[in-house]
């Protein structure tokens, strides 16, 4: 796997955190939705309850560097919370409360993906 | 997720028990710690999670976060590896929580889950005792000072492996149920670990002698002027090998403040009387007790129940040595902070040694002094002052003569005097039964002078001396003390003239003319 591009990693890493969503019963609301601050990996929200969950995934092939959510610190954090706020003022009202999680999938050397989603991460 | 464990912070010699609370919670893996942790508790928030891994065991992939209760109290000291681990593990549900309510926990931890020897642990005991709870788990360095008090049960443990086997009952102490002989270890007798500092190694020297047996027998602090080379350091090192055994209440305050300076290396009960002598470049809180974050007990409290030896006084740092008054007055130190006034003990026989001038010769026979005399006035000067006030005994120790230093004659060994310093010291203390002081130094000059019996013309050599030589209240008061010491050591009810002449003999600086015999 060690052609495998950045990229197609961070796709990779995406797709699993996103399966685990569906699997837990959340719905897709957007996908790498970018503006001028940046990008949000994902935005999903709960069919039942009425909030929204925006993650950020980090995904990386090892933990020689440490785990990938180590990688979301605290500047990483207050973008992300910039963000969620242009994205909601962006468009409808969707939702009355948001939480903000970190999916740290790490890929082994065979490309099977394990996913660790922190729920309610800062 | 919530676990509670016990610990104990320790503030000045007093332990103080804490709430270790742990919660596992949401958010992205982290350990906080609030409720006013000291810098070295929050120094082991890096430590807890490699220790529980190495231990085997699993640290929560989640939020954690420990919280020390009551928050207003800032706990310092590593001691709370130990607590923040097993609150983590009991809110992960990976020890039961029910069989740590019963006990504190204190020690630090290593990476590799190994619990080291700590500071403090004997105060960690005492504070358990004290909330009655059932015992404590410490370090196995650590558990033979634990054992130290009574009706508790202490489990000594080399790995946090060991303390979740114990908690688990899969783990037993090797020696949880010590016999009773161990646990009630009488102090080993004064000059035990001392074994090669005697008094008879002392050669000539009949006064200074006679004076060691004085501050011995009374608790007076001493004074000893003379040249380099006359074995005033040699005199004072075994002023401890004649004072009386320690009581059992006594090795404990000695063993506790030892305990919390990091000096005790694993022993049990100190039986030994502590010499301190530290060097004259000390600061002020070295001294007296101070530092930064944790407040460390001073060599003056190091010297509790013993003696502090404080060799070339005069070159000991002003603020320092003034600090002595409250010590020396009211056998203990108050270390004030923004945080907090911390209080130790610290009631021990001041032994200090002077050189008579700055090159050291002044008064000698062979010798002559070197020193322009302003230089020499300006050097007694700093002797003069509060703390000399506060010594009982002052005498001037010349160099031998080579009669006597080539002399064979051993001198009298301190278990001999030893003898006599114990027979002194009950005559004391059952006259002073009900009073909160044990012996004729520590007496206040006004109840001294009240209480004592004196003889008609032991009174009127008193009353002479005031007149003839100028001798000051205080002067008063301390010829008064240091004659009653004489007395006890006669076995006398009544201080007679030849004590108070001896008394007046034992006050040769700052007023020199006290020095002549009253007539």
């Keep these: ?122 | 997720m919530y676990g509670r464990v016990y610990g104990v912070a320790v503030i000045g010699v007093e332990g103080h028990l804490i709430r270790v609370e742990a919660h596992v919670g949401r958010g992205l893996p982290a350990l906080a710690v609030a409720g006013l942790p000291g810098t070295g508790v929050l120094d082991g928030r890096e430590r807890v999670r490699p220790a529980v891994e190495s231990a085997g065991l699993e640290w929560p992939l989640r939020r954690v976060v420990v919280n020390l209760s009551p928050a207003n109290v800032r706990k310092e000291g590593p001691g709370f590896d130990l607590p923040i681990a097993m609150g983590v593990l009991a809110a992960s549900a990976q020890v039961p929580a029910a069989r740590l309510a019963g006990f504190a926990l204190a020690g630090e931890l290593s990476l590799k889950g190994e619990l080291v020897s700590t500071p403090g642990i004997l105060a960690v005991a005492m504070a358990a005792a004290r909330a009655g709870l059932e015992g404590v788990i410490v370090p196995a360095a650590n558990a033979a000072e634990a054992r130290l008090v009574e009706g508790l049960s202490v489990i000594g443990a080399a790995t946090l492996t060991e303390v979740a086997g114990f908690l688990r009952r899969t783990w037993r102490p090797p020696d949880e149920h010590p016999e009773q002989g161990e646990r009630r270890e009488a102090p080993s007798p004064p000059g035990a670990g001392l074994a090669s500092v005697d008094l008879a190694d002392v050669r000539g020297q009949g006064l200074a002698r006679r004076a060691l047996e004085i501050a011995a027998a009374g608790g007076h602090n001493l004074l000893m002027v003379g040249p380099p080379g006359a074995g005033k350091t040699m005199l004072a090192r075994r002023l401890p090998t004649i004072l009386p055994a320690m009581t059992r209440q006594e090795a404990l305050e000695v063993t506790r403040l030892h305990s919390v300076a990091g000096l005790l290396g694993g022993g049990g009960l100190v039986g030994v009387r502590p010499f301190r002598s530290p060097h004259h470049s000390i600061s002020q809180a070295g001294l007296l007790g101070g530092g930064t974050g944790f407040v460390r007990p001073g060599e003056v409290s190091l010297a509790h129940n013993g003696v502090l030896f404080l060799d070339e006084v005069t070159e000991f740092r002003r603020d320092a040595v003034e600090g002595l008054r409250q010590p020396l007055e009211d056998g203990r130190v108050i270390v004030v902070r923004a945080s907090g006034a911390v209080e130790f003990p610290a009631r021990f026989v001041l032994v200090a040694a002077s050189n008579p001038c700055p090159c050291g010769f002044e008064g000698d026979p062979r010798r002559s002094c070197r020193c322009p005399p302003h230089r020499a006035e300006q050097y007694r000067q700093r002797l003069s002052g509060p703390l000399l006030d506060r010594i009982d005994l002052q005498l001037s120790v010349p160099r031998l003569t080579r009669g006597e230093l080539t002399g064979t004659e051993p001198g009298e060994p301190s278990t001999v005097v030893r003898e006599r310093v114990e027979e002194a010291r009950a005559r004391q203390r059952a006259r002073l039964s009900g009073t909160p002081w044990a012996c004729n130094g520590q007496l206040p000059g006004t109840f001294a002078r009240r209480h004592t019996r004196s003889a008609p013309d032991a009174e009127a050599a008193l009353a002479d001396a005031v007149e003839g030589f100028s001798l000051s209240g205080r002067g008063f008061d301390r010829t008064v003390k240091v004659g009653l010491t004489l007395a006890d050591l006669e076995g006398s009810d009544r201080v007679e003239v030849r004590h108070v002449r001896e008394a007046l003999a034992f006050r040769a600086m700052g007023q020199q003319q006290e020095v002549a015999p009253v007539g």
């Design chain 1, 1 to 122: 796997m060690g052609d495998l591009a950045r990229t197609d990693l961070g796709r990779i890493g995406e797709d699993t955190a996103l399966a685990r969503y569906l699997d837990l019963g959340y719905r897709l609301v957007a996908r790498n939705w970018r503006c001028r601050l940046g990008e949000l990996d994902l935005v999903v929200s709960h069919r039942e309850r009425n909030f929204l969950v925006f993650c950020e995934v980090k995904c990386r092939r090892g933990r020689a560097f440490g785990e990938p959510f180590e990688a979301v610190h605290h500047a990483k954090q207050r973008k992300l919370r910039d963000l969620a706020q242009a994205f909601l003022q962006a468009g409808p009202p969707l939702a009355d409360s948001v939480r903000f999680d970190v999916a740290s999938v790490t890929v082994d050397g065979s490309g099977r993906a394990r996913v660790d989603v922190f729920e309610d991460a800062f």
